[in-house]
């Protein structure tokens, strides 16, 4: 069960802010900042995902261990 | 609550972003006032011979800001004490520095045109002002470059940092 899915929508805004400021940085010549902006976007969203992820593991945790 | 800090955090980016641009955008045109500036020196100096002192009066009254508080800053120094020129011309050129958007790179030049400021006959001193329009000239071409490039970007950069760290937060 997805209890709030603003998540969602936060990784989604996210990817599109991130892709926009790539095309930009690219469009100007700046390559390797483009790039390093679309790594720490992508570590955000990891943490994010990962976030959710660990309280899903507890979850599944709780419901068979005890 | 939370709308109203997102906007606030949206609006202080894009300030952001846009005074960036604006400091890129007003370079060049602060290089110009400066060449500008130097032509008006070596005319008042090569041909009517005047005085360093009156020369810079002379030529605040035809520049604007803010090469003209620079060069009234310099006469008014000049008139009230009379210490080492050099010192005084240092200290303009800082203060010029903090009022308008040159680089360090053009700070250079004006010092070192500075040190050569009132030690030669005419004819030296209008070969050193043509080195120093010169080096100016490079420096212009420079930011013009400068300015096509990031203007732009600099304001698309600031809202959509904005939008980002709204993102993050929300």
Known sequence: MLTDPSILFQIAGIGIIVALI???LKQMGKEEIAQFATLIGFIIVLVIVIN???NLFQQIKSVFLF | MKWIGALLLVGATTWAGFE???RLIMRPKHIRLIKNALQILEAEIVYSQMPLRDAFQRVAGQI???VHSFFYGLYAAMKEKHIDFYEVWKSQVDR???RSCLHRNEREILYQFGRTLGQHDFYQQQKHI???LTHLERELEDARDEQLKYSKMAKTLGIL???FIVLLLI
């Open chain 1, 52 to 54: 959710g992820l660990s």
């Open chain 2, 64 to 66: 604007p800001n803010p």
């Open chain 1, 22 to 24: 790539h095309s930009i």
């Open chain 2, 130 to 132: 043509q080195l120093a």
């Open chain 2, 20 to 22: 960036w641009s604006h």
């Open chain 2, 96 to 98: 010029l520095m903090e």
């Open chain 2, 161 to 163: 940092s904005g939008l």
